[in-house]
């Protein structure tokens, strides 16, 4: 079974902060992907980042940046100096290696950043 | 850039009634699903559909619902006979292979009255 935890609910923080959204994941697959997704108010689904469970390299694009720690099941996104349009809901999703490979999502972090 | 496509993007319909919710995949993807997200609650896995046949079903996923690959291009989620707890926005997505990264549409909202 797959699982996604992403234990804030809510954040809210002023524009120009850093900000970081936790994600924690249980999966058996030994080959699995993590993806961070953004809700804006609209509804649809943003894709911002794709991890193979097998590159633990960190990445860094523009103002985001995520920690992929396999020791502790952990995929971490980070927006640094947000702005206000950051603001949006954010999920963390893991996908197992298996051929039907359906995507499991956390509950989801609503971000506010105020100006 | 090639996209996921869903049709209509929001469908108001009464208790009992069938819907069809239409999806037009990115054209050389193998696999494909359908997600549900209820308001302000996380997305849920429904269906997978891999050639030509239901690949897994989630629990959500009962009688009432089926997919269908009529033509070669959509991808279709029916609704039997919906109910009020059936209203969510719902998203398609599509992959190109198993390694491949998965597109979601930009979902369909039903509201189910």
């Known amino acids: 079974a797959q699982k996604v935890t992403q234990a804030q609910t809510e954040i809210s923080v002023v524009e120009k902060e850093d900000v970081t959204l936790d994600c924690v994941y249980e999966t058996r697959d030994t080959t699995y992907y993590l993806f961070w997704y953004k809700q804006p108010p609209s509804g649809e689904l943003v894709f911002l980042i794709r991890?193979?469970?097998?590159?633990?390299q960190n990445e860094i694009s523009g103002r985001y940046s995520w920690n992929f720690q396999k020791s502790t099941s952990s995929f971490n996104f980070t927006i640094t100096a947000s702005q206000v349009v950051d603001s949006a809901v954010y999920f963390c999703?893991?996908?197992?290696?298996?051929?039907?490979?359906?995507?499991?999502f956390g509950d989801g972090t609503t971000l506010t950043v105020k100006p | 850039e090639p996209e996921v496509t869903q049709t209509p993007s929001h469908q108001v319909t009464q208790m009992g009634q069938e819907v069809i919710l239409r999806c037009v995949p990115i054209?050389?993807?193998?696999?494909f699903y359908w997600y549900r997200q209820i308001l302000g609650q996380k997305v849920e896995f429904l269906v997978s559909f891999y050639n030509n046949e239901i690949s897994e079903k989630s629990e959500i996923f009962d009688d009432q619902f089926s997919v269908e690959r009529p033509d070669g291009s959509n991808f279709t989620l029916k609704i039997r006979s919906t109910k009020l707890e059936d209203s969510a926005m719902y998203f398609c997505a599509s992959r190109e292979g198993r390694r491949g990264e998965q597109y979601f549409g930009p979902g369909t909202r039903l509201t189910v009255t």
């Open positions: 991890r193979n469970s097998f590159d633990e």
């Open positions: 999703a893991l996908r197992g290696g298996t051929n039907a490979g359906k995507s499991t």
């Open positions: 054209s050389n993807h193998l696999y």
